[in-house]
C-alpha cells in the first residue's frame, strides 16, 4: 500500500467516486429508513414537514440518479451541490437519517464541492487533499475516545467478538475479551498515526485491519447486525488507502495555503472541537463518532394495558414484557424495521413517545418514557 503511485488530483476523482458509491450503497441498504411506508415515526426538523409516501421516492429516484452522476459525469461540481441541498431536506425530513456515514460523506463532499478541480495549483488541491485526511483521522481519534466507558468493555465488545466462540475455546474466550482495553488506544493512536507521514506505514495496515475484522464480525457469518455498516467500512478502507498510502507530498507545496481555505475551519469545528464537546454531553453523539462505543443515550417506552391494547399489531412484535409491563424499546425497533440505527437523541426519544401516545389514544399516564443519558466520558455520571 505504502507504494500507491497516484497523483493527489487523481486521488481527488476516486475519493469522490468512493463517497458517492459509499452513500449509494449504504443508502440502498437501509432503503427503508429513505423512502415508502413505515411504521416508525419520521422525526423532522421542522413541525410537519414531511413528504408522504409514495412521493418520498421521487427523493429517493433522485438522489440515486446524482450519486450516479457524480460517478460518471465529467464536470461534477453541480452535481455535489445539489446533492448536498437534498441531503438538507433529507435531515430536514427526518433526523434519523444523520447517521455518522452519511454525516461523514456529505461533509466529505461538501470539501469536494469547494475544491475547483484545476490541477495548476499545488497549493490549492493539496491544501484539499489535507483537509479530507484532518476529516477521516478525527473520526478515528474520537470514536476511540468515546470507548473509554465500562459498557464498552464488559457489554459491546464481548458482543461484537462473540462469533469467535466458534473457533476459540471459553478459556480463550475469556482472554481475547481482554484486548477490549486497548482497543481505544488502538484507534486513538490509528488517526494521529495516519498524520504523520513517517510512521503512516504502520497505520494503514492497522486500519485496514480494524474494517475487515468489523465486515467479518458485523456481517452475515458473524453477528449478521446492521447490515448498513458493511459497505461503510469497505469504503473506509478505500478512502484510507487513496488518503494516506504511498507518496503524496507535493513540490513547493506550502503549508500556510491551507488556512486561506474556508472549508478548512468548518472541518475543524464539526471534526475535531465539537466532538469534544461530547464528552461531556454537549454535542450530538452520532456527530461525535460514538461507533459502537457502548455508551450512547438510550431509553425504553413503558406501556399501560390499555396503550398495548391499541397498539397496531405490527408494533406490537417490538414490545416486551419485563415484569408484567409491557416495554418497547424504539432503537430496537427503529434498526428492525428501517435497518439503521435511530439517532440517540433525547428529542428522538420524545417524538417517538409522543407518537405512540397519539397512536394509541392515551397520555402520559399510559405511554411513560424512561430516559438514560450517555455517560460523561470525562465528567463522571450525568
Known sequence: ?????????????????????GLLFSILFSHNLWA??????????????????????????????????????????LYIFLVLVLHIVWILLDQNRLQPWFYIYSIMLLVLFFYNWRIDNVNNYYSFFIILQLCLAAVYVYSGLQKFNPAFIKETYPWFINPLQAVFSERQMISLNKTGYIIPFYEIALGFMLLI???????????????????????????????????WNIFMILLVILLFSGKTTERYFAISHLFKVPVFYLVILMFWIMPAFNLFNKWETYLSFSLYSGNN??????LSNNAYGNLPLYIRHYVKTESDMYILYPKRWCLEELNAPMYPERRIFDKVTRHLQKLTSTNTEDVKLVYIEKQKIFAGQP
Open 297 to 302: 443515550h438510550d431509553g425504553k417506552i413503558i
Open 1 to 21: 500500500m505504502e507504494e500507491l503511485q497516484l497523483k493527489i488530483f487523481t486521488r481527488l476523482k476516486l475519493i469522490k467516486s468512493v463517497l458517492a458509491l
Open 197 to 231: 507521514k513517517p510512521i503512516r506505514y504502520i497505520a494503514i495496515p492497522m486500519a485496514i485491519c480494524l474494517h475487515l475484522a468489523i465486515v467479518i464480525l458485523m456481517g452475515p457469518f458473524g453477528n449478521n447486525y446492521n447490515s448498513v455498516v458493511w459497505p
Open 36 to 77: 415508502g411506508q413505515r411504521w416508525f415515526p419520521t422525526c423532522s426538523l421542522i413541525q410537519d414537514f414531511y413528504v408522504a409516501p409514495p412521493y418520498d421516492y421521487i427523493l429517493f429516484g433522485l438522489e440515486i440518479v446524482l450519486l450516479l452522476l457524480l460517478l460518471i459525469a465529467p464536470q461534477t461540481r
